[in-house]
Nanobody, 118 residues
């Protein structure tokens, strides 16, 4: 079992920056993938960014060049640095952990709200 706790969500003006953190505990073993997803009411949850235990990264098209994902494997923590925030970035951001071996179990955090005002 993996437990994820997010922090860092806040209210910010357009053009501002925020950093989200997600601390993982429990059965954390490589290989694995940690990532951030976001969701707004009435829409599907979408990938923001992900990073493997080998530090390979992947970004959603809408955040490329503005957001950076990183991780500290010693602390089992993943970060999302967000710059040049836009009102359309407003969403609940969820941390995700996916085991890299079968059955590739997914775990989710409780979510943290990011609100960007225009």
């Amino acid at each position: 079992q993996v437990h994820l706790v997010e922090s860092g969500g806040d209210f910010v003006q357009a053009g501002g920056s925020l950093r989200l953190s997600c601390a993982a505990s429990g059965g954390i073993f490589p290989p694995n993938v940690m990532g951030w997803y976001r969701q707004t009411p009435g829409k599907q949850r979408e990938l923001v960014a992900s990073i493997t235990s080998g530090d390979n990264t992947n970004y959603g098209d809408s955040v490329k060049g503005r957001f950076t994902i990183s991780r500290d494997n010693a602390e089992n923590t993943v970060y999302l640095q967000m710059h040049s925030l836009k009102p359309e970035d407003t969403a609940v951001y969820y941390c995700n952990f996916r085991a890299g071996i079968k059955p590739f179990q997914d775990y989710w955090g409780q979510g943290t709200q990011v609100t960007v005002s225009s």
